[in-house]
């Protein structure tokens, strides 16, 4: 007779397991031209998936960020105290380059390496990902004041980390941060009404607030501010040269539903020092650059959750049974895992792809409007996706999965951000509409990279030629702004599954996305799906 205490038929601990071994992953790195990469990469996603890293983000989330505004006798202090663990995955993001070194790395396929190793390592701890996704996206802004370039620029890749606020000249390495949004615009952000005024040693003195600003304890801040010429792009350090602190003031920290591992707050400009990035009046433009990449970052992230929670729900199929069988075995069960998968699959290869556009870019006309227009496209859709795929891929754990050691309800409380980091859906939809209007040339190539998957597949065929028409269309064309850019997105997958994937998952996808053989849930894919080959792209050896 069994004991009341034996455990039977639950799942062990998904732990201890290479991330990297994704094959969409691998096969996008070579594709790339980032081969080189690959022990790298295994590296990366070894630590990445191992007990030590899985619980450095467990705790670095449970123990929040705390801010002492004042110290013992009064003084200001501003200073956000991190659970060490929050420290630790810092220093190993940076340690692995996952900060600005991709722009220091003559190496082809340096920005593909990069994306593909933030995609492996933010499944450990994505919170921390944000101010590292900053200071990655930051070089092409701070290069338009190229004397601070020149002092700063190479500690932001440098693999140092320090926590400790002093001086910029007095760091080994440097985080950077980006205060855009105030509480009376948003998203709008030629709304702020923060002012700077020039000082007569050249720099400025900045008065306002900013309401979300990420990783408050980031060395400096790429910051816009009202000045008499409209909004102007500023740097701003937390510590002066003489070693006092900035007129930056923490007010609070905000509240949010789930990266809570990194702290976002409130702030006010007390007289802060700021130095002039780029020309006076141009600072939307300016700072563009600067979330032109982290939108690369919000899509590895979000492609980042998908995999994480679909690993740990085909792990969970393969060792639950019920009725009989094991879960991975049901064929409705199949059904959902094998669409969970496409949605993945399709994911990767397009951040994948824009990895390497980004290593293309500044030699190629038409890569550069690649990576800026399918960049836009993707960042809308896949960050769209990551909630209800993460929310589907927790219902196949059923309640074990509704559990917080499961460690999918954090998860799933992640999942929204990216979609709304740099303005939520309507705000990047339209984006994608502005850049068709401003630059046509940039569709031109967008459409000239799809159509190389065409005569491969006949529904993406269709697609393409509807596509083709749509946003150009100039009735209703803002009200239908996100059907247009789902399109878009979906079309980009779909050309390179068709022309780098395998069949199985490439012919699934069209005829589920294009091809309208597809319900409204996950797991409402046509009988003919093969679903056995689709799940081989989810390795085996995931058994902890």
């Known amino acids: 007779m069994r004991s009341g205490y034996e455990v039977i038929n639950q ?47 467990r705790l670095a989330n449970e123990h929040e960020p705390v801010l002492h505004r004042y110290d013992a006798v009064g003084n200001r202090r501003d200073e956000v105290e991190y659970h060490p663990h929050y420290h630790a995955l810092m220093r190993k993001a940076c340690e692995y380059g996952l900060n600005a070194a991709p722009w220091f790395d003559d190496r082809p396929g340096a920005h593909a390496a990069r994306t593909a190793k933030a995609f492996a390592w933010g499944q450990a701890e994505s ?25 700063y620029e190479r500690r932001l890749a440098a693999p140092h980390y320090d926590p400790v606020l002093r001086p910029l000249d007095d760091k080994p390495g440097l985080v950077l941060g980006m ?65 006092t602190r900035n007129g930056i003031r923490v007010e609070q920290l905000k509240d ?29 433009r300016t700072i563009m650059e600067m979330v032109n990449f982290t939108r690369l970052n919000c899509t590895v992230l979000s492609s980042a959750f998908m995999r994480k929670a679909l690993v740990r729900a085909v792990h969970h199929a393969k060792h639950r049974q019920a009725f009989g069988k094991h879960l991975i075995d049901q064929p409705l069960m199949r059904n959902v895992l094998a669409d969970l998968t496409l949605e993945s699959e399709a994911a990767v290869f397009a951040l994948m792809r824009l990895g390497g556009a980004t290593d293309r870019a500044a030699a190629s006309e038409s890569e550069s409007h690649v990576r800026r227009l399918g960049l ?33 309800p954090r998860l799933y409380r992640e999942a929204p951000l990216q979609s709304i980091w740099e303005g939520a859906g309507n705000v990047a939809a339209l984006d994608v509409l502005r850049a ?77 996305r294009l091809g309208g053989a597809w319900g409204i849930a996950f797991g409402t894919l046509p009988p003919q799906v093969d679903t056995a080959a689709i799940l081989t792209r989810v390795p085996a050896g995931l058994e902890g």
């Open 11 to 57: 799942v062990p601990e998904l732990v201890d397991y290479d991330v990297s071994a994704d094959p969409a992953l691998r096969e996008g790195l070579v594709r790339e031209g980032a081969g080189w990469a690959l022990d790298d990469l295994t590296e990366v996603g070894r630590h990445a998936g191992s007990r030590e890293a899985q619980e450095w983000g």
């Open 127 to 151: 919170g921390h990902m944000c101010p590292v996704g900053m200071t990655y996206g930051a070089v092409p802004t701070l290069r338009h004041a190229p004397g601070l370039a020149a002092s």
């Open 179 to 243: 205060s855009m949004t105030e509480r009376q615009g948003g998203s709008d952000v030629r709304a702020n009404i923060s002012h700077a005024r020039p000082r007569p040693d050249g720099t400025y003195e900045v008065f306002g607030h900013k309401w979300f600003t990420s990783a408050p304890m980031s060395d400096a801040f790429l910051t816009l501010v009202q000045t008499e010429s409209g909004i102007t792009c500023l740097l701003l350090p937390r510590v002066l040269p003489d070693g």
């Open 256 to 284: 949010k539903l789930g990266n809570r591992s990194n702290a976002s707050s409130e702030i006010e400009y007390h007289g802060a020092v700021g130095h002039l990035v780029g020309e006076e009046g141009r600072g939307v």
């Open 376 to 408: 836009a496209v993707t960042k809308y859709w896949v960050c769209k996706r990551a909630a209800p795929v993460v929310g589907e891929a927790l219902e196949c754990l059923g309640g074990n999965g509704y559990i917080e050691t499961s460690g999918m």
């Open 436 to 512: 068709v209007r401003k630059q046509p040339e940039a569709l031109d190539s967008f459409l000239a990279e799809v159509r190389l998957g065409e005569g491969a597949d006949r529904q993406l065929d269709a697609a393409v030629a509807e596509l083709k028409k749509d946003p150009r269309d100039a009735d209703h064309l803002e009200f239908q702004a996100r059907r247009i850019v789902e399109r878009m997105a979906l079309v980009f997958q779909a050309s390179l599954l068709v022309r780098h994937g395998t069949p199985e998952v490439a012919d699934a996808f069209t005829a589920s």
